[in-house]
């Protein structure tokens, strides 16, 4: 009996025994397999969720040695965490040398390695880490080649900055508003920067797996490459509406004055349409090479708005032509383009059309254009029609990958 009893005693260790090791490599490989799955970068999403779980997560973590990888929705580039020591060497220590403005990208080039642009958040900012979390979801799902590239970030205590690809030829306002180089910008030039905002734009609105309004379209924001090529940055203060969302309100206004649609001013209301405002008043600035904010005229038009609504209206159009085309520019393609912005500034969002019929109206002059009615502010209203900006959280300097 003993001998049975021994027996059946080792036979139970035994079953134990494997059954608790069983249960260990089960749930190792249940841990292995949750690890796994929270690694992996699907379409879906996925890459977001891992790359702002661990920019909650990463105070301090800067000095980690591995970089961490992230994918695009269509797996063709990868997001890198830099080293904080490596940004502070290349930046030397963000030094005034290497500053390119505030909240902007610039020229300026470093001795080796890839030159990236670099955007410093304020760490006394307090909108700051809404915004840095807010463009990398966006630009780590979003892609175009008229979209500005992030190709990284880091983080370290109140620290946070952002890795651009960089642009040789800094933004538009540096070119349309400066009176030598502004002639480097003509008609063939300025034609591809208008078609390429559009259709950034157009994607954004439209053709993106997000439906996105960008909020602050303006000169500064249109950053061009080594040929000139446009790409919208600064999506800070952007925000995502669901597929079959119209319109949204805010009690806080972002974005820079002079660009606002005047709902999104004065009341908060902002939608697709408000980004097509925005969009008209930049056309009417590449035309006309003026700024509007600022615009002073000895007729006593208010705004370059009022301005362009006057002279469209008085058939003298080619006025309102920047000197450096009038003589140059296919004048009934000038003449239109001042009649598509008309369009976009109208005061009604519902009178100003969609970007697909903007980029349908700029790339085919077999599309009739109707009527539009008179620009917001035009018959003696005030606004606040200034460059400033509601925000004014980061700096821009320029790096080389070195990490």
Same mark, same amino acid.
């Given at each position: 009996?003993?001998?049975?009893?021994?027996?059946?005693?080792?036979?139970?260790?035994?079953?134990?025994?494997?059954?608790?090791?069983?249960?260990?490599?089960?749930?190792?490989?249940?841990?292995?397999?949750?690890?796994?799955?929270?690694?992996?970068?699907?379409?879906?999403?996925?890459?977001?969720?891992?790359?702002?779980?661990?920019?909650?997560?990463?105070?301090?973590?800067?000095?980690?040695?591995?970089?961490?990888?992230?994918?695009?929705?269509?797996?063709?580039?990868?997001?890198?965490?830099?080293?904080?020591?490596?940004?502070?060497?290349?930046?030397?220590?963000?030094?005034?040398?290497?500053?390119?403005?505030?909240?902007?990208?610039?020229?300026?080039?470093?001795?080796?390695?890839?030159?990236?642009?670099?955007?410093?958040?304020?760490?006394?900012?307090?909108?700051?880490?809404?915004?840095?979390?807010?463009?990398?979801?966006?630009?780590? &799902?979003?892609?175009?080649?008229?979209?500005?590239?992030?190709?990284?970030?880091?983080?370290?205590?109140?620290?946070?900055?952002?890795?651009?690809?960089?642009?040789?030829?800094?933004?538009?306002?540096?070119?349309?508003?400066?009176?030598?180089?502004?002639?480097?910008?003509?008609?063939?030039?300025?034609?591809?920067?208008?078609?390429?905002?559009?259709?950034?734009?157009?994607?954004?609105?439209?053709?993106?797996?997000?439906?996105?309004?960008?909020?602050?379209?303006?000169?500064?924001?249109?950053?061009?490459?080594?040929?000139?090529?446009?790409?919208?940055?600064?999506?800070?203060?952007?925000?995502?509406?669901?597929?079959?969302?119209?319109?949204?309100?805010?009690?806080?206004?972002?974005?820079?004055?002079?660009?606002?649609?005047?709902?999104?001013?004065?009341?908060?209301?902002?939608?697709?349409?408000?980004?097509?405002?925005?969009?008209?008043?930049?056309?009417?600035?590449?035309?006309?090479?003026?700024?509007?904010?600022?615009?002073?005229?000895?007729?006593?038009?208010?705004?370059?708005?009022?301005?362009?609504?006057?002279?469209?209206?008085?058939? &003298?159009?080619? &006025?309102?032509?920047?000197?450096?085309?009038?003589?140059?520019?296919?004048?009934?393609?000038?003449?239109?383009?001042?009649?598509?912005?008309?369009?976009?500034?109208?005061?009604?969002?519902?009178?100003?059309?969609?970007?697909?019929?903007?980029?349908?109206?700029?790339?085919? &002059?077999?599309?009739?254009?109707?009527?539009?009615?008179?620009?917001?502010?035009?018959?003696?209203?005030?606004?606040?029609?200034?460059?400033?900006?509601?925000?004014?959280?980061?700096?821009?300097?320029?790096?080389?990958?070195?990490?």
């Amino acid at each position: 009996m003993a001998g049975k009893g021994g027996k059946n005693i080792t036979k139970t260790v035994i079953i134990t025994v494997s059954t608790c090791t069983a249960v260990v490599v089960l749930f190792g490989f249940y841990i292995y397999c949750s690890v796994i799955r929270r690694k992996r970068i699907r379409e879906e999403g996925t890459g977001v969720e891992i790359l702002l779980n661990d920019l909650e997560g990463t105070t301090g973590t800067c000095c980690m040695e591995a970089h961490m990888h992230a994918r695009d929705q269509d797996h063709s580039r990868e997001m890198h965490y830099f080293n904080f020591t490596t940004i502070l060497a290349a930046t030397n220590s963000f030094s005034d040398e290497n500053k390119l403005g505030e909240g902007g990208f610039g020229p300026g080039k470093l001795l080796n390695g890839k030159e990236v642009a670099v955007k410093r958040f304020w760490p006394k900012s307090g909108q700051g880490h809404g915004e840095f979390e807010n463009e990398v979801m966006l630009l780590v &799902k979003l892609q175009h080649k008229n979209l500005v590239r992030l190709l990284g970030y880091c983080t370290e205590g109140d620290e946070k900055l952002l890795v651009y690809e960089y642009m040789a030829n800094t933004s538009l306002d540096s070119f349309l508003f400066d009176p030598t180089k502004s002639r480097q910008l003509d008609w063939a030039k300025r034609a591809a920067i208008v078609g390429g905002i559009a259709r950034g734009l157009l994607y954004l609105h439209e053709d993106s797996r997000l439906k996105i309004i960008h909020r602050d379209l303006k000169a500064s924001n249109i950053l061009l490459d080594e040929e000139m090529n446009p790409k919208i940055s600064d999506f800070g203060t952007a925000r995502i509406f669901g597929q079959n969302q119209i319109d949204a309100n805010t009690s806080r206004v972002v974005g820079t004055f002079g660009y606002m649609a005047p709902e999104y001013a004065m009341e908060g209301l902002f939608s697709v349409k408000s980004d097509t405002y925005s969009f008209g008043v930049l056309l009417l600035e590449i035309l006309s090479g003026k700024k509007n904010s600022g615009f002073h005229n000895p007729d006593h038009s208010q705004s370059l708005l009022s301005y362009a609504w006057r002279l469209w209206n008085e058939d &003298k159009g080619l &006025k309102f032509i920047d000197q450096n085309l009038v003589d140059t520019c296919p004048v009934s393609e000038a003449l239109r383009w001042i009649h598509i912005a008309l369009l976009c500034v109208q005061e009604e969002p519902n009178d100003r059309p969609l970007m697909s019929s903007v980029a349908l109206m700029l790339g085919s &002059k077999s599309v009739n254009l109707p009527q539009p009615s008179a620009p917001p502010f035009s018959m003696g209203r005030h606004f606040m029609s200034d460059q400033s900006s509601t925000t004014g959280t980061s700096t821009g300097f320029l790096m080389s990958d070195q990490d």
